[in-house]
């Protein structure tokens, strides 16, 4: 409930949960797509905003996608944030893991959220 009251709050819209080895269909990526947003509900815009997402679990911690904002965050609303596609680390064993995104200002970390996902074969 705590994250939920952040006073900056990243989340995302994922287009599924289950990461895999191989795409869904022959020729597609593996991988999941995010879409992430923020909300601000600070009474001061966001400068230099930053995002990043990992996959984290009992396998391991591994970067699956970055992005910038491409203007700063505004004060009292919520900003989509450019989509990413995320791709399968092959280096990580199947399994439960947590997709995690932190927003950052400069290099300080203002908000963390998580969603949990699988990794399959």
Not at 39 to 45: E, S
Not at 53 to 60: D, F, I, P, S
Request: glycine share 10%; with cysteine; hydrophobic share 35%.
């Amino acid at each position: 409930m705590q994250r939920a009251y952040q006073p900056v709050l990243i989340g995302a819209d994922l287009d599924r949960t289950v990461f895999g080895r191989r795409g869904n269909q022959t020729g597609e990526s593996p991988g999941v797509h995010v879409s992430p947003w923020v909300v601000n509900d600070q009474h001061r815009k966001i400068d230099d905003a930053t995002y990043e997402v990992r996959l984290q679990g009992a396998g391991g911690k591994v970067v699956v996608g970055s992005g910038k904002a491409a203007a700063p965050l505004a004060e009292d609303f919520v900003t989509t944030l450019p989509e990413l596609d995320c791709v399968s680390p092959q280096d990580l064993p199947p399994g439960d893991y947590e997709l995690v995104l932190t927003l950052k200002e400069g290099r300080q970390t203002v908000s963390e959220n998580s969603y949990e996902v699988v990794m399959t074969e």
